[in-house]
Structures are given as structure tokens and as C-alpha cells.
């Protein structure tokens, strides 16, 4: 998290205030989630559309709101209501970190609360935090939080695979690594909102997830509780006891975690408000087998609705593009949560055709008549249509550019038919424009009347070596 910034923030949605300190849940219905998608057009009618639409998801899957699910029990905790810091479970967050230097001197037990000193020093702002000494895995984690709220203060709930901020692990830097936020206020927000979301850092850096949840009550005024609930497939977030969104983990390794709470100046200009960050406490659950399974039942159906359609009437042949086994100058990236290969970003003569292609052949055990669908990245308003790239089937191009949709995002569009034998097939993306061209999915379907929708159907085939072409 402030190692290395997020890569992305993005769109506000609405939430309700819901109070509480006990550890019970009460579920919130269906009204009261119709109430806060009507009250959040005020700020965003786009978002208000897309909380509502959500939320609307979660409540026909039987998800009454509530935060630590049943079958999940306290594995440990730290209230805070001792006098001084229990330092054989935490480690001080030390060192310099933007325009704070953190010690343990600015950590300090008061009221039954953690707090991190926000103030204003001679030469840096104070700052710091506390670092689980245990690690974790997979389970639910909450604390109650009430940001400082001031200018320029960076608070933040989160995890990362480093113990303290000098313990690299160096032998974690070429292993599968994420990172969960599950309350980031950046220095630029409001005290109504606030960031959260997934990093992946290792094999391929960016964000799986990064949303901003914007709030009508003030996050500095008392306290709210932030939360997330990992498995090895999905990763659920909670503000306030409502479930607000989940990430699909499906595929992305993962490895244990330590839980930091911590609250740091990331702007020169920083004016605390609150005099520091309060956390109430943190709590750790596991769930037992049997609610491990019926979380599953009920998590990865939402999940695999915001896929669409994953059957035509046809054959389909389903192909993710960051799968290609040759990739030329083409790179694998996250995008929008996606993993999708990027082309070059600055044209250049010099380069050769082979640094222009990314490669695959596939296995069509039908022959036929197939139509092409493709996903690229394109935007509505910055430069549309500019990150175009072509696309080749068995050296036949298709007489469309793809990324030229014109949309904000990455959208379908139709690449026309071919008509194909039995066996294999070369696919080839070819970097036309030179100017950051993004590929998520392509799809050969003898449906020629089937339209894949969002994100499409998870991938099908089986890539062969394609250092070779037919």
C-alpha cells in the first residue's frame, strides 16, 4: 500500500450508516437497499444504478448483510482495553513513509482504543501503526475504525505479506503475492469516502479489484467498521455490516498475510483533524468446514453472474489472450481487475513483425463455420478508437480493428466468420496501432447468432506451442 501506490482509484457508491460494538450481526432486507440506491443518485446516478443492481444480487442470493457469517468463530483478537501496547502480538510500524516518520511513540492505548498520533512535527508529521505478528490466511477480518478525517491523512486497514517495514522477504519476490485494502482514505478524498480493493504484485502487478465507497455520514465523526472475507476464490468486502463487493480470486495464489493498522501524512500539505486514528479493535474469525462449503454455494454464483452467457448453441472455443504461449512484444497486465496483455506504447519502425504478434494455436475438433468475437479496451472520450489491434485466424486477418468500440472499459465486438477444418488453428494478435492495445478474451463460436456478454465464459481450450505457424 505505501510501499508502492495502488494503481488505480475509481467510483463512489452509496452506503447507510449501522452502528454497533457487539459482536452479533443484524441483517438489513431488501428495502432499506432499494432506500440507499434511491438517496445515492444525489451523488452519482451512474453508481447509484450500479449499487443497486449489485446490492440487488446479493439480497436474491440470500445475503441478509451480515458481516462474520455464521460458522465462522473468533480465532483471536485485540480489543484494546489494556494500558500499553501487547507487544508479543504486534510490531510498530517504524520508519520514514511519505511525510510521516513513524515510531512507537506516536502508538498508544487510551479510552479502550488504539490510537495514531496525526499531528504536525518541526520536520515530518507523526504517523505510524501497528503489524501482526501472526500471520493469516484464509477467513474474515474486522476492525471499527474512526478515520482522523483531517486533509492529506492517509488511514488504512490492510494486509501484506511483510512483517515490519524493513522485512522485505526477499524469498517472496518471485512468489504469488496480493494485497487487500479493506479501507484506504487517501489525501484527496473527503471524510465521506474512501478507497478499497486487491493488489496483485507477483506474477503480475495490478489491481484484481480498487473501488471508492462514498458515504453520507463522516467516517471522522465516529466509528465505522470496515471488513473482508478471504477464501482461495473470492475475497468479500463489508462496510458498516453490508456486504458492498466481492473479488473473484478464482486462479490467483495467494499467500499468508500480516494485518496492518496504520495511519500516515501522504501530502506535504496535511492539516490533522481528529488528532489521530482510533481503531476499537481487530477481530479474526475461521470458519468451520460446513460454513466454509455453504459460503462457496452462495459466493460463486454472483460471482459467475457478472460472467454472462457461458454457452451458445453452438461450439465455443474460449480463449483468455494473456494465455497465448508466445507473446511477442506483447505483455501481460491487469486491467480493470482483468488479466490481459498489452501492446507497446510508443510506435516504433524499427521493430520487427515477430515483436508485434502474440501467437497461439488451438484445437478445433469440429469443422465449420465460426465467428469471431474479441474484447479489447477502448474509451469514450480519451483518444477513442486510438489502441486498436488486429487479429488473425490462420493467417487470415479479420477486416476489423478491435479496441474501437468507443466505450469507457472493455466491451465485445464482432470480428466476422471463418471457416475452419478440424485440428489445429492459429490465432495471432497483431499490435497495429503501437499505442497501449489491451486484449482480455476471444471467442470462436459456430453460434453465429450468440453475443458474448461482460466478462465471457472462462477459458476452454488448450493452448499448444506456437513458436510455429501453419
Known amino acids: 500500500m505505501d510501499f508502492e501506490e495502488p494503481l ?17 450481526r443484524t441483517g438489513v432486507g431488501l428495502y432499506p437497499r432499494i432506500f440507499l440506491a434511491i438517496i445515492s443518485g444525489m451523488h452519482n446516478a451512474f453508481n447509484s444504478l450500479r449499487s443497486f443492481v449489485w446490492l440487488g444480487l446479493l439480497a436474491g442470493a440470500g445475503w441478509a448483510g451480515a458481516a462474520a457469517p455464521a460458522g465462522y468463530q473468533l480465532v483471536w483478537a485485540d480489543e484494546f482495553d489494556g494500558a ?13 513513509a511519505h511525510f510521516s516518520r513513524c515510531e512507537a511513540e506516536h502508538v498508544s492505548l487510551t479510552n479502550g482504543c488504539m490510537k495514531i498520533l496525526a499531528a504536525r512535527g518541526p520536520q515530518h508529521f507523526s504517523g505510524g501503526g501497528l503489524i501482526t505478528k501472526r500471520t493469516f490466511l484464509e477467513g474474515y477480518y474486522e476492525a471499527r475504525i474512526r478515520i482522523d478525517g483531517g486533509r492529506g491523512w492517509h488511514d488504512a486497514f490492510w494486509t501484506t505479506w511483510l512483517g515490519s517495514m524493513t522485512g522485505r522477504s526477499p524469498e517472496l519476490k518471485t512468489k504469488p503475492r496480493i494485497e487487500i485494502d479493506a479501507l484506504e482514505h487517501y489525501p484527496t478524498f473527503d471524510a465521506h469516502k474512501f478507497s478499497y480493493g486487491i493488489i496483485e504484485w507477483y506474477p503480475v502487478q495490478g489491481n484484481l479489484s480498487r473501488d471508492a465507497f462514498t458515504t453520507l455520514t463522516d467516517l471522522g465523526a465516529d466509528f465505522h467498521l470496515f471488513g473482508f472475507e478471504v477464501t482461495t476464490n473470492y475475497c468479500n468486502f463489508f462496510f458498516d455490516d453490508q456486504l458492498i ?35 476499537d479493535y481487530l477481530r479474526c474469525y475461521r470458519a468451520d468446514p460446513a460454513a466454509y462449503a455453504r459460503r462457496q454455494q452462495e459466493c460463486l454464483p454472483i460471482l459467475d453472474r457478472e460472467t454472462g452467457p457461458g454457452k451458445s448453441r453452438g461450439v465455443d472455443l474460449w480463449m483468455v489472450a494473456a494465455d497465448f504461449p508466445q507473446l511477442g512484444g506483447w505483455k501481460a497486465a ?10 507497446h506504447d510508443k510506435a516504433d519502425k524499427s521493430r520487427l513483425p515477430e515483436q508485434l504478434v502474440a501467437r497461439t494455436r488451438v484445437g478445433v475438433t469440429a469443422a465449420g463455420t465460426y465467428r469471431l468475437w474479441v474484447r479489447g479496451r477502448d474509451y469514450a472520450s480519451e483518444q477513442p478508437g486510438r489502441r486498436s489491434f488486429a487479429v488473425a485466424v490462420n493467417g487470415v486477418r479479420s477486416k476489423n480493428l478491435f479496441g474501437t468500440h468507443h466505450q469507457d472499459g472493455f466491451a465485445w465486438q464482432d470480428g466476422g466468420t471463418f471457416t475452419l477444418p478440424a485440428g489445429e488453428v492459429t490465432l495471432e494478435l497483431v499490435d497495429t496501432s503501437q499505442y497501449y492495445a489491451r486484449c482480455h478474451k476471444l ?24 513458436s510455429s505457424t501453419k
Open 84 to 96: 500499553q501496547v501487547n507487544e508479543q502480538e504486534w510490531t510498530y510500524r517504524v520508519g520514514k
Open 334 to 343: 491487469r486491467d480493470q481487475g482483468a488479466l490481459v496483455v498489452r501492446g
Open 443 to 466: 471467442l470462436l463460436t459456430t453460434d453465429l447468432a450468440f453475443q458474448p456478454e461482460k466478462s465471457g465464459a472462462r477459458s476452454n481450450v488448450k493452448h499448444l506451442d506456437a
Open 8 to 24: 488505480a482509484a475509481a467510483r463512489g457508491v452509496p452506503t447507510t450508516e449501522h452502528h454497533r460494538k457487539l459482536c452479533g
Open 245 to 279: 463487493h466481492t473479488t473473484d480470486l478464482r486462479g490467483i495464489e495467494q499467500t499468508v498475510f500480516h494485518l496492518w493498522l496504520t495511519a500516515i501524512a501522504t501530502a506535504s500539505n496535511a492539516e490533522p483533524k481528529n488528532g489521530g486514528t482510533l481503531f
